[in-house]
C-alpha cells in the first residue's frame, strides 16, 4: 500500500468520531468569496495561494516552524495573494477542521479546505469552517473512492454554497473530469502514493489539461523558490498553490512576492 491508500485507512475513524464537527457553527457564512474569481482576477500576474499547514509528510524534517494564524494571514496578505489553503487532515499532518475555520476568520479572502476528503462530513465541515472551496482528488478512484462517489461529494459541496478544486496528477486522472463537476483545477508535482515529486508526470498532465480546456487551472506542490514557479507560469497555469516553503520562510511576505509571474510571461 502507498501512502494515499494508508492515510485514508488512518483519515476514516477520526472523520467518524463524534467529536470531528466540534467546534464548528452550525452553519458557515451564507456568502463566500469565490475562489474561482480570486484566481482569474489574478490570472495574468500570477495567482498565489498561500497555505496554512502544520506538518509536510515526506520532507526530511517534515514537522514545520509553528507560526500563528493571524501572523501567516497578515504576512500572505501582505503579499497580496490570491486566497488561502488550509490543511484539515490530523493524521500525520496535525491538521483540523478547526485549522481553517481559523484561517477563514482572519481573512476576506477564499479559503480552500485541503483534505483527502471522501466523506460527506467532510464536505460539511468544510461548509461550518467557512471555507470557499473543497479539494477532491481525482486519484482517490484508484484506491477504493470511485467516480460517482466523488461527484456525490462535489454535488454536496456545491448544495452547500462550495466551489469544488479537483486534482490531478498523472493524465489518466483527467478522465474524472466529464464525472466530477468542478470549479477549479489542479495538478499536483507530488505523486501522492509515494510522496516523491515527478514534474515530467505532472507537466504532461498539465499540458494535456490546458489542451482540453481545464481552466481556472493551479499548479500544486513543490514550488521552493522563483525557479520552480517559473516552470509552472511557462506551462501556462493560472495560479499556484506553496505551502511547505512559505512555511519554512523567515520572511514569507518577501518569499511570496518572489513567485509572481514574471512581467512579460502572460498567461496564455
Same mark, same amino acid.
Given at each position: 500500500?502507498?501512502?494515499?491508500?494508508?492515510?485514508?485507512?488512518?483519515?476514516?475513524?477520526? &472523520?467518524?468520531?463524534?467529536?470531528? @464537527?466540534?467546534?464548528?457553527?452550525?452553519?458557515?457564512?451564507?456568502?463566500?468569496?469565490?475562489?474561482?474569481?480570486? #484566481?482569474?482576477?489574478?490570472?495574468?500576474?500570477?495567482? =498565489?495561494?498561500?497555505?496554512?499547514?502544520?506538518?509536510?509528510?515526506?520532507?526530511?524534517?517534515? #514537522?514545520?516552524?509553528?507560526?500563528?494564524?493571524?501572523?501567516?494571514?497578515?504576512?500572505?496578505?501582505?503579499?497580496?495573494?490570491?486566497?488561502?489553503?488550509?490543511?484539515?487532515?490530523?493524521?500525520?499532518?496535525?491538521?483540523?477542521?478547526?485549522?481553517?475555520?481559523?484561517?477563514?476568520?482572519?481573512?476576506?479572502?477564499?479559503?480552500?479546505?485541503?483534505?483527502?476528503?471522501?466523506?460527506?462530513?467532510?464536505?460539511?465541515?468544510?461548509?461550518?469552517?467557512?471555507?470557499?472551496?473543497?479539494?477532491? =482528488?481525482?486519484?482517490?478512484?484508484?484506491?477504493?473512492?470511485?467516480?460517482?462517489?466523488?461527484?456525490?461529494?462535489?454535488?454536496?459541496?456545491?448544495?452547500?454554497? @462550495?466551489?469544488? &478544486?479537483?486534482?490531478?496528477?498523472?493524465?489518466?486522472?483527467?478522465?474524472?473530469?466529464?464525472?466530477?463537476?468542478?470549479? &477549479?483545477?489542479?495538478?499536483?508535482?507530488?505523486?501522492?502514493?509515494?510522496?516523491?515529486?515527478?514534474?515530467?508526470?505532472?507537466?504532461?498532465? =498539465?499540458?494535456?489539461?490546458?489542451? #482540453?480546456?481545464?481552466?481556472?487551472? #493551479?499548479?500544486?506542490?513543490?514550488?521552493?523558490?522563483?525557479?520552480?514557479?517559473?516552470?509552472?507560469?511557462?506551462?501556462?497555469?493560472?495560479?499556484?498553490?506553496?505551502?511547505?516553503?512559505?512555511?519554512?520562510?523567515?520572511?514569507?511576505?518577501?518569499?511570496?512576492?518572489?513567485?509572481?509571474?514574471?512581467?512579460?510571461?502572460?498567461?496564455?
Amino acid at each position: 500500500m502507498g501512502f494515499l491508500a494508508d492515510i485514508l485507512a488512518e483519515l476514516q475513524p477520526v &472523520v467518524d468520531e463524534d467529536g470531528y @464537527l466540534s467546534g464548528l457553527p452550525a452553519a458557515g457564512p451564507a456568502h463566500k468569496p469565490s475562489l474561482r474569481e480570486a #484566481i482569474n482576477a489574478r490570472a495574468q500576474e500570477g495567482a =498565489i495561494l498561500a497555505e496554512f499547514k502544520r506538518v509536510s509528510p515526506g520532507q526530511a524534517t517534515p #514537522i514545520l516552524p509553528g507560526r500563528a494564524v493571524e501572523e501567516f494571514v497578515r504576512s500572505a496578505e501582505q503579499a497580496h495573494v490570491a486566497g488561502f489553503s488550509c490543511l484539515a487532515t490530523g493524521p500525520r499532518f496535525e491538521g483540523s477542521p478547526s485549522d481553517v475555520r481559523e484561517v477563514a476568520s482572519a481573512t476576506s479572502r477564499p479559503v480552500l479546505f485541503k483534505d483527502f476528503v471522501v466523506s460527506e462530513r467532510q464536505v460539511a465541515a468544510a461548509a461550518r469552517s467557512g471555507a470557499s472551496a473543497v479539494l477532491l =482528488i481525482a486519484r482517490l478512484a484508484e484506491v477504493g473512492v470511485p467516480g460517482p462517489r466523488l461527484a456525490g461529494l462535489a454535488r454536496s459541496a456545491h448544495d452547500l454554497g @462550495l466551489e469544488v &478544486v479537483l486534482e490531478f496528477h498523472a493524465e489518466a486522472e483527467l478522465s474524472q473530469v466529464d464525472v466530477v463537476p468542478a470549479d &477549479v483545477y489542479g495538478v499536483n508535482v507530488r505523486d501522492l502514493d509515494s510522496l516523491r515529486i515527478d514534474r515530467p508526470t505532472a507537466e504532461t498532465t =498539465i499540458e494535456r489539461a490546458r489542451e #482540453i480546456g481545464l481552466r481556472p487551472l #493551479i499548479g500544486l506542490s513543490g514550488v521552493e523558490s522563483p525557479a520552480e514557479a517559473g516552470r509552472f507560469w511557462d506551462l501556462g497555469v493560472d495560479g499556484i498553490l506553496v505551502g511547505t516553503a512559505v512555511a519554512r520562510s523567515r520572511e514569507p511576505t518577501r518569499f511570496l512576492r518572489s513567485l509572481g509571474r514574471p512581467v512579460g510571461r502572460s498567461s496564455p
